[in-house]
């Protein structure tokens, strides 16, 4: 059945983690999975799970860091590409985001990058504090 899939032209579904992975939204096959199980892609408004097939036509809505990205899926792809081919993979119709909020996000991703929370969960009294003392509310 398969061999006469690839006769007929191509095999026209695969694996959302594999696709997502094939196209260069994550590095590996294993981020794209950890990001299917979190919730973080969405196949025609349905949360994705890693093992589910994706065919073309089908809309995405992926979440990369703090930005959502909305693709259309025009091709899947039979082999490795290149950056330049996996990018006509797909048709990315994110709205643009006005520039002053691109500066914005960055300099989030900066402060977090360089300020790491010290614990994780609910802040702790001292950390309360700390955060009051910093806003003035002393």
């Known amino acids: 059945m398969a061999a ?3 006769r007929q032209g191509g095999n026209r ?14 590095k590996t096959r294993a981020e794209a999975a950890k990001a299917c199980g979190l919730g973080r892609v969405k196949q ?6 890693a093992s589910r097939t994706i065919t073309v036509g089908d809309t995405l809505v992926v979440k990369i860091k703090s930005r959502y990205m909305e693709l259309d899926v025009l091709e899947i792809p039979t082999r490795g590409l290149s950056a330049i081919d996996a990018k006509t993979m797909y048709r990315d119709n994110s709205p643009q ?4 909020t691109n500066d914005l996000l960055g300099m989030q991703e900066h402060f977090n990058k360089n300020n790491p929370r010290k614990y994780k969960g609910m ?5 309360r504090r700390d ?6 509310h002393e």
């Open 4 to 6: 006469e899939k690839m």
């Open 13 to 26: 579904e695969m694996r959302i983690d594999k696709w997502l992975k094939m196209v260069r939204l994550y």
């Open 44 to 49: 025609n408004g349905q949360t994705a799970k």
């Open 97 to 100: 985001i006005p520039e002053e």
């Open 123 to 127: 802040p702790k009294k001292k950390e």
């Open 131 to 136: 955060w009051e003392r910093h806003r003035g």
